[in-house]
């Protein structure tokens, strides 16, 4: 499974982004597609993630009501929205992509957001 993620920057406080990251070859039916973030010196941690049976879906205490994150009917898209932007939300942003059958990750390139105060 390739993942290619998009949508990172800049933007002001209070502004908003759209990060995706499409999955292609051997896609699975049943998986996890997901966001993490990761800053200097700290782990990595989960933003949202959403499954591909049911769409449900799991946040960060951080995020909740100004982050969703989607997927598209094919459900080899996984797109977060992010509104309402805090420059704590500054990192790297990395999309994982589950193999629930296997329990094996696969993660996207990252893409850096950047939100100034």
């Known amino acids: 499974v390739q993942l290619q993620a998009s949508g990172g920057g800049v933007v002001q406080a209070g502004g908003s982004l759209r990060l995706s990251c499409a999955a292609s070859g051997g896609i699975f039916s049943t998986n996890v597609m997901g966001w993490y973030r990761q800053v200097p010196g700290k782990q990595r941690e989960l933003v949202g993630d959403i499954t591909s049976i049911g769409g449900s879906t799991d946040y960060a205490d951080s995020v909740k009501g100004r982050f969703t994150i989607s997927r598209d009917n094919a459900k080899t898209t996984v797109y977060l929205q992010m509104n309402s932007l805090r420059p704590e939300d500054t990192g790297v942003y990395y999309c994982?992509?589950?193999?629930?059958?296997?329990?094996?990750?696969?993660w996207g390139q990252g893409t850096l957001v950047t939100v100034s105060s």
């Open positions: 994982r992509y589950r193999v629930i059958r296997f329990g094996h990750d696969y």
